[in-house]
């Protein structure tokens, strides 16, 4: 397995637009979480997934963020409109059957640049 | 509730000397631990983590860490630093049902010629 894909890895977008990260978690997980991380705050779990239905999304920070995972291998951040402060690195990462010890696997991330 | 502390956001040592990376955390439930290593530009690779059946446990590119239970610590070593371990590393617990990893803040080793 290629790991998770995330995708850009890189996105530079004017103040107002709509931004869309994409992430493929690994085959076979039903785990996934979305992270962002900034000098500032450090790593922070915005929301996670299980069998593509949202569990805890209140790390989501407003209403502009919204997610989506349609099937078992897509799943989508949006951000709408997006601020020069939601710039920041978004991490996908998936997990099988959570359990005691069960570890997180991380994609490359994307970096998101709002000017 | 659970948090983890990692008590250094930087750290300097010289190639070939050991590496001592401090994690505390609190957990209401008997917890799992991990540590995670992050390269510039990379995504999160687990180093290693605590399965309960070893205290001592033994990660990758010759890391080790040991949990503590009395000292609610799971520190994080290496006997000798390669420059190649230059990278950020976190300390992460996870609570009883698996759910949800919390992220110590960092701590951004540096490893000098």
């Known amino acids: 397995d290629a790991g998770v894909i995330q995708s850009p890895r890189h996105e530079v977008t004017e103040m107002g637009q709509e931004v869309t990260l994409r992430c493929k978690p690994i085959?076979?997980?039903?785990?996934l979480f979305w992270y962002r991380q900034t000098m500032m705050r450090g790593l922070e779990l915005l929301i996670y997934?299980?069998?593509?239905?949202?569990?805890?999304d209140s790390g989501m920070p407003e209403d502009r963020f919204s997610a989506k995972m349609p099937n078992a291998s897509f799943s989508t951040l949006k951000i709408q409109p997006s601020e020069p402060r939601d710039s920041a690195v978004y991490f996908c990462?998936?997990?099988?059957?959570?359990?005691?010890?069960?570890?997180?696997?991380f994609g490359q991330g994307t970096r998101l640049t709002v000017v | 509730a659970q948090s983890v502390t990692q008590l250094d956001s930087h750290v300097s040592v010289s190639e070939g000397t050991p590496v001592l990376l401090r994690c505390n955390y609190s957990?209401?439930?008997?917890?799992?631990l991990f540590w995670y290593v992050q390269h510039p530009n990379k995504g999160l690779q687990l180093l290693l983590k605590?399965?309960?059946?070893?205290?001592l446990v033994k990660g990758i590119n010759g890391f080790e860490a040991e949990f503590k239970k009395s000292e609610t610590s799971f520190h994080l070593t290496k006997p000798s630093a390669h420059m190649s371990d230059a990278a950020e590393y976190f300390c992460?617990?996870?609570?009883?049902?698996?759910?949800?990893?919390?992220f110590g803040g960092g701590t951004r080793l540096m490893v000098k010629p």
């Open positions: 957990s209401s439930y008997s917890p799992s």
């Open positions: 992460v617990v996870s609570d009883n049902a698996g759910n949800m990893l919390t």
């Open positions: 990462a998936s997990s099988l059957a959570r359990q005691l010890n069960t570890e997180a696997f």
């Open positions: 605590y399965t309960s059946a070893a205290t």
């Open positions: 085959s076979g997980h039903d785990y």
């Open positions: 997934f299980n069998n593509n239905v949202p569990i805890d």
